[in-house]
């Protein structure tokens, strides 16, 4: 990765410190910036590689500016600015686009996905979207006769909506009785199987619930339906062969297309081992790496502190031009659908199930204190209000222990919050990395969270703009194949608090809705610094990278619920163009 030369103009969006106000993202539309500006390198020379001229070009810099002409030299911005001043950049071989007020906007960074899993399965039994029994029948029956060479049915994709979130073993087996089929549903965090498949696996009713999972059972039989929670689903997915590095491969490049295709240019891989490095870097080296990384190395329960050493020869091993693996992942909860959240409070219904935490406080905190010890970033996978709180705790830990630092930890999901916990991201200096895809009344709400948890409760889903009021950097991911990567799809939620096809309305906690200027920032500069490359991309400015994007649309001139009919026309990282239309001229 190359680095900006000391005299680049950078605007100050590194500088922020618990105690002060974020400088990397605005509260309100009201401060946008529309007065011209102009900037060119010191130290690059004229003339341009690449210039686009009459555009929209929102730079999201400190100052929330906007210009109409950018150029590019050698893959960096070599010129930001308004009217004429462009000129001196154009040469004879300088290729010029007109923008014909078009939209320009940083690259899209996306602070939670998961590019090789999600890429893995797209080549499997793709069921997302799929709504209904029969139609996931139909899917696995036409997979397996395409692939009759398979000896596993894998796939994912379904609806924890699907069978009250239950799906049962009989309705694989009728189309699929000879072969084992598990399929993950849309959350990772629950797996259905047919009869072969739990066989296989040795599962029968006398087979006790492995710690932190659960195996759905015939409340009068006591059979197991199908359905396997959390770690439970480890008891099949050991019998399955593993992927080779060819299908690791093969998913990460599915994985880049579909990254590229949405403007995204920057990533947190979320949850990777071994495998999923080896495929990163295999790829940067070869110059395929078409968005910058860094990897999220898990936490397996089983192993906790064993496995730190590890992942400091990792850090050292697998560091690359676009590749760094200096974050872990730990998850710390499971989701509140299947009740594997851990809350502080009972879910509703008669039972006092609290969920469970993957790490307790004991396990947790040592597990921290000593990752932040040793410089890693940190990132939580937190959603219920017991796993948000315990996270807090260690982390607040890990800074009176250690100092601190700027490590730029981050608690990731964060759905259900007690109250008092929100002003914490701010006190502790950790990043609030939301999924606001999810932040609106569709079928998981109403019909799965909110009887589950009460008004009083539900009050409290994805409170982002409490969360930015604090002063506390927000940052945004997909959590990609879990739902889609499309940013624009959950900026409008954000802003709307509404399904993507509903229209204007009454927003679901209304309260909770933000702005589109914040929610631009969560996905481009407060990315970028959630990465440590704020200095580097995340802003349309002089000296840094030209990770760009052009839309067909400006989106501050459009209705708000309008957001996700917006297209990415070019994507381009370092100044060239790893995704372009077909409607875009070359």
Request: glycine residues 8%; aromatic residues 8%; proline residues 7%.
């Amino acid at each position: 990765m190359r680095f900006p030369h000391p005299l680049f103009l950078i605007a100050f969006v590194s500088a922020w410190l618990p105690g002060s106000p974020c400088p990397a993202q605005s509260a309100s539309d009201d401060l946008l910036s529309a007065a011209p500006r102009e900037a060119e390198s010191t130290y690059a020379s004229p003339p341009a590689d690449l210039i686009f001229r009459n555009g929209a070009a929102y730079t999201v810099d400190a100052a929330r500016s906007w210009a109409d002409s950018v150029a590019i030299r050698e893959g960096r911005i070599a010129y930001v600015g308004t009217g004429p001043g462009i000129q001196k950049w154009t040469g004879p071989q300088t290729r010029q686009i007109d923008l014909a007020g078009k939209m320009l906007l940083p690259g899209f960074h996306d602070s939670h996905v998961h590019l090789i899993g999600g890429g893995i399965e797209l080549g499997e039994c793709d069921i997302n979207g799929l709504t209904t029994v029969a139609a996931i029948q139909d899917a696995v029956k036409a997979y397996a006769l395409r692939h009759p060479e398979k000896k596993w049915i894998r796939g994912g994709g379904w609806p924890l909506t699907l069978e009250d979130g239950n799906p049962s073993k009989e309705l694989l087996d009728r189309v699929m009785p000879d072969r084992p089929v598990l399929l993950d549903a849309f959350d990772g965090h629950s797996t259905w199987a047919n009869s072969m498949a739990l066989k296989l696996a040795g599962i029968t009713r006398e087979t006790p619930d492995p710690p932190r999972g659960r195996i759905e059972r015939d409340p009068q039989t006591g059979e197991p339906t199908g359905t396997l929670r959390e770690s439970a689903s480890r008891l099949v997915i050991n019998k399955i062969p593993p992927y080779t590095p060819d299908e690791y491969l093969k998913g990460l490049r599915r994985g880049l297309e579909v990254a590229n295709r949405f403007g995204i240019t920057s990533v947190q891989e979320a949850s990777v081992a071994e495998q999923h490095l080896n495929a990163l870097s295999e790829l940067d080296r070869a110059r395929e790496l078409t968005v910058r990384v860094v990897a999220a190395m898990r936490v397996e329960p089983a192993k906790q502190m064993l496995q730190i050493p590890q992942f400091v020869e990792w850090r050292e091993k697998f560091r690359g031009r676009r590749l760094r693996a200096t974050s872990v992942k730990i998850f710390e909860d499971g989701v509140i659908e299947s009740r594997t959240a851990s809350l502080l409070q009972p879910y509703l219904g008669g039972t006092q199930e609290r969920g469970w935490l993957n790490f307790e406080p004991e396990v947790l905190n040592p597990l921290v204190v000593e990752l932040d010890r040793l410089g890693f970033q940190i990132h939580v996978h937190a959603i219920g209000d017991r796993a948000i709180q315990c996270s807090f705790d260690a982390l607040e830990l890990g800074q009176r222990l250690n100092g601190r630092r700027d490590s730029r930890h981050h608690l990731a999901h964060i759905e259900l919050f007690d109250p008092s916990d929100i002003g914490r991201f701010r006190k502790l200096g950790v990043i609030a990395n939301f999924q606001p895809l999810w932040a609106n009344a569709d079928l998981y709400i109403v019909n799965m969270t909110q009887p589950i948890l009460g008004p009083e409760r539900s009050r409290w889903l994805y409170p982002i703009r409490s969360v930015a009021e604090t002063g506390a950097l927000i940052a945004c991911g997909s959590d990609w194949s879990v739902t889609s990567m499309n940013p624009l799809e959950a900026i409008q939620i954000a802003v709307t608090r509404r399904g993507l096809n509903e229209g204007p309305g009454l927003a679901w906690v209304p309260e909770e809705t933000v702005d589109l200027s914040l929610m631009l920032a969560a996905y481009t500069i407060n990315g970028a610094y959630v990465n440590f490359q704020e200095q580097e991309t995340g802003s349309i400015e002089v000296g840094k990278a030209a990770d760009l994007i052009v839309l067909d649309r400006n989106l501050f001139e459009i209705p708000r619920h309008e957001i996700h009919q917006a297209k990415v026309l070019l994507t381009l990282l370092e100044g060239e163009p790893v995704y372009r239309s077909a409607d875009f001229p070359e």
